[in-house]
C-alpha cells in the first residue's frame, strides 16, 4: 500500500476512535444549511487531550448532510465554516476561541492544534447540537436573517442571480415578480428546463453557470497559476461605489455582483500568494488597472465615497474603466 494511503487510513482510523463510541447506538451528527450561501464546513472534535479536525463538506442552502454516523463520547464539537470563493469576501464571521488545523482540499487531521505543512489555523466555534426523536444530533448553519429552509433556499438563489448579473434586490428570501422574472430569464440564457429549479442539483447548475463567462454584464477570468483577488465599482451617474474583493481561483471565472443599470464601470485586479501578498514579477506587482483612482481597503470593502482615500482608513487604487453598456465584457487576468 503507498505510503499516503497508509497514512490517510492511520488518520482515518485515529479520528474514528476519537468521534465513534463502541456502543451500537447511533447518534449520527447532522449539519445543516439555513444560510443564502454555499458553504463548506469542517468540523472539530475535542475529546479529553486529543483535538481532530474534518472537512471540507459542501452544503447547499436549505440542505442537510451527514457528518458524522456513531454514538459521540467528543467532550466538545466545534464548527467551521466558509462560504464559496465565488461571493468574494467570506460573509461568514471568522471567529471562534479555538484556532484549529485545516487544509485547502478535503481533509482529515488527527491532531489539529499544531499545525503541519499545507495546513493552515482556522477558528472554529464550539456548538451544541440539538437532539431529535431518532437521536440524530443537528447543528445548524444561520445568518442574522434567521431563514427557515424554504426562505433559505429562495435567498440562496437570488443571491447566485444577483452575482450572475440579474437584479433581485434585497435578497430576503421571499417570492415576487422580481425574482420569478430574474429565474425565468436565468434559465433562458442557459437554455435549462423550469423544472431544473426543483432539482437537487440546481444550486451545483448556478455556481457553474456564475463561474463561466457570460454575455451579459462583467466577467472575471483567471488564465494564471495564482490566486486573483479583484475589487468592481459602479458609476449610477451620481455616486461612485467600490467594493471586494472577489477571490477568483486559477482556471475559475466570476461574475461580479452588478445591480441596476450603471453608467459605467470599472475593474481592479491582483495576483496574491498563499498569505494574500501580492505577487511581483521583476519587483513589479502583478495587477490589472487603469488610471482611475478609486477607494480600495485591504479587508473587505464597499465605499460610496471616493474622495481622499487615505484620511478615511482607504487607500487610492487605480481602476480600469469597462464599457458593458451594449454586450457582456470578460476581463482575462494572464501572466505578461
Keep these: 500500500m503507498p505510503l499516503t494511503s497508509r497514512l490517510f487510513l492511520a488518520l482515518s482510523t485515529i479520528l474514528l476512535t476519537l468521534l465513534v ?3 451500537p447506538a447511533r447518534a449520527d451528527l447532522k449539519l445543516c444549511n439555513r444560510m443564502s450561501y454555499v458553504v463548506e464546513a469542517a468540523i472539530g472534535i475535542d475529546d479529553k487531550a486529543a483535538t481532530a479536525t474534518r472537512g471540507w463538506f459542501r452544503l447547499d442552502p436549505a ?9 459521540l463520547t467528543a467532550d466538545r464539537i466545534l464548527l467551521h465554516a466558509r462560504a464559496l470563493s465565488l461571493y468574494g469576501a467570506s460573509p461568514i464571521a471568522e471567529n471562534g476561541n479555538d484556532q484549529l488545523c485545516v487544509a485547502a482540499d478535503n481533509f482529515v487531521i488527527a491532531a489539529a492544534r499544531q499545525c503541519r505543512t499545507g495546513q493552515t489555523p482556522a477558528p472554529f466555534t464550539q456548538v451544541t447540537p440539538t437532539k431529535t426523536d431518532d437521536g ?8 442574522s436573517a434567521e431563514y427557515d429552509d424554504e426562505q433559505a433556499r429562495l435567498a440562496g438563489i437570488q443571491r447566485l442571480l444577483g452575482i450572475a448579473g440579474y437584479d433581485v434586490s434585497p435578497i430576503d428570501g421571499v417570492d415576487g415578480p422580481k425574482t420569478q422574472g430574474a429565474l425565468a430569464a436565468f434559465l433562458k440564457s442557459r437554455s435549462l428546463a423550469s423544472d431544473i429549479v426543483s432539482q437537487p442539483t440546481f444550486f451545483a447548475t448556478m455556481v457553474d453557470a ?11 477570468c483567471n488564465d494564471t497559476p495564482h490566486k486573483v483577488m479583484a475589487a468592481v465599482a459602479t458609476d449610477d451617474g451620481r455616486t461612485v461605489v467600490s467594493r471586494g474583493w472577489y477571490r477568483i481561483d486559477p ?3 466570476l461574475h461580479p455582483d452588478i445591480t441596476g443599470q450603471p453608467k459605467k464601470v470599472y475593474s481592479f485586479a491582483e495576483a496574491v500568494d498563499a498569505d494574500n501578498r501580492t505577487i511581483k514579477l521583476k519587483d513589479k506587482p502583478l495587477n490589472w488597472g487603469g488610471l482611475v483612482q478609486l477607494c480600495t481597503r485591504e479587508n473587505k470593502f464597499e465605499s460610496s465615497e471616493q474622495g481622499d482615500c487615505p484620511s478615511r482608513g482607504f487607500t487610492a487604487t487605480g481602476f480600469t474603466a ?7 465584457k470578460t476581463l482575462r487576468f494572464a501572466l505578461p
Excluded: F, H, M
Design 21 to 23: 463510541a463502541a456502543s
Design 63 to 71: 440542505a442537510c448532510r451527514v457528518v458524522l454516523q456513531g454514538a
Design 136 to 143: 440524530t444530533l443537528i447543528a445548524y448553519l444561520a445568518e
Design 210 to 220: 456564475v463561474q463561466t463567462p457570460s454575455p451579459n454584464g462583467l466577467t472575471w
Design 251 to 253: 482556471g475559475k471565472c
Design 322 to 328: 469597462v464599457d458593458i453598456t451594449r454586450s457582456g
